[in-house]
């Protein structure tokens, strides 16, 4: 959930639709503020979601699980940063570090972390549908095991692409061995290193991520195969408007894995109804789009959120009703 974090991920494909004509500042027609949609925006940092990460990062003592296709991410990318990293460090050592934010950040239990988690620490009336739809209308920030978040190193993902363990684990693992070269190199004893690679997660501020990486390197990880790639986000086939995409449908009650950020009453923000999450590029500009249909949100129409990728979700999100998504995998929606 760390708003300091920067840089993409790719992970799903992503297909162009070209829409053909836009309104106002480059946002695409079916979603523009004005007509049917309306803009929210606004917001800034929120230090009490910060304070909350940093009370809830102690993990309990016991087993450390994580999914084992998650794990495999982790450990294949880890393998690939150590040997082209410009210091010395093992590729069990790389997928320590990179494992180490991930508990005190989404998985408190010990539980495995799951790939889907979604931020429930910032309730910032800028990330919510301005008309009020349905409550599940919601634009959670931070996103997957890295809580990869707009206003930081998610700002160029969408939700599909931080939830991918695998994809995310190809950008994360090299970017925090990177960040530990850059401090070793720099002097840095290999403990202050560590810190350095993981400044971008305030659960990490106050040493939680430390102890994990000492539990790991005495006990190392169970894994738990029942938590995969995805975990229980389920990749689709979509048509929005007539043009092809690939899309992610993320369903809350759906999640693998360490489950306690879907209660009610887990952080001040909701939890977001089911939601579809596409990708495309239009007026040389990539977006997100988060689509609920009005079956899974109980509003009284399909709504889609947009943002312009690099754009902090607090800042700008374009909300419209909308009638054109359909998912042609299940059938579901307007098809």
Known sequence: MAKKQRGP????????????????????????????????????????????????????????VFGTEPYAAVSAAAEEAAGAADCTISAEAATNLALSTTWPEVAGSGKAPSPMTLSRYDDQTSLADPEQRAKGLFFNPGVGIWQLDSAGLGAGETAATAIDSVGAAQKMVPYMVGKFCDAVNGGSSTARARAAAWKDWHA?????????????????????????????????????????????????SEAEGEKAWTAPDFGPAPVPAPFYVFTYAEGGKDYEVRYWLKADSGADTDVSASRELGVNARTKLSWAAETSLCDTTTGTGNC
Do not use: H, M
């Not at 990486?213 to 689709?236: F, I, M, N, W």
């Open 204 to 252: 990490c501020d106050a040493g939680a991520c430390e102890t994990i990486y000492q539990r790991l390197e005495s006990d190392g990880v169970t894994k738990d195969d029942s938590v995969t790639r995805y975990g229980g986000a389920q990749p689709r086939d979509c048509t929005f408007e007539g043009t092809k995409y690939d899309c992610l449908y993320v369903d809350p």
């Open 9 to 64: 991920v790719r992970g799903l494909a992503i297909l162009t639709a070209v829409l053909g004509v836009t309104i106002g500042l480059g946002v695409p027609a079916a979603l523009a503020a004005g007509g049917d949609g309306v803009t929210s925006g606004g917001g800034g940092d929120n230090p009490r979601a910060d304070q909350l990460r940093r009370d809830r990062a102690w993990v309990a003592p016991g087993p450390l």
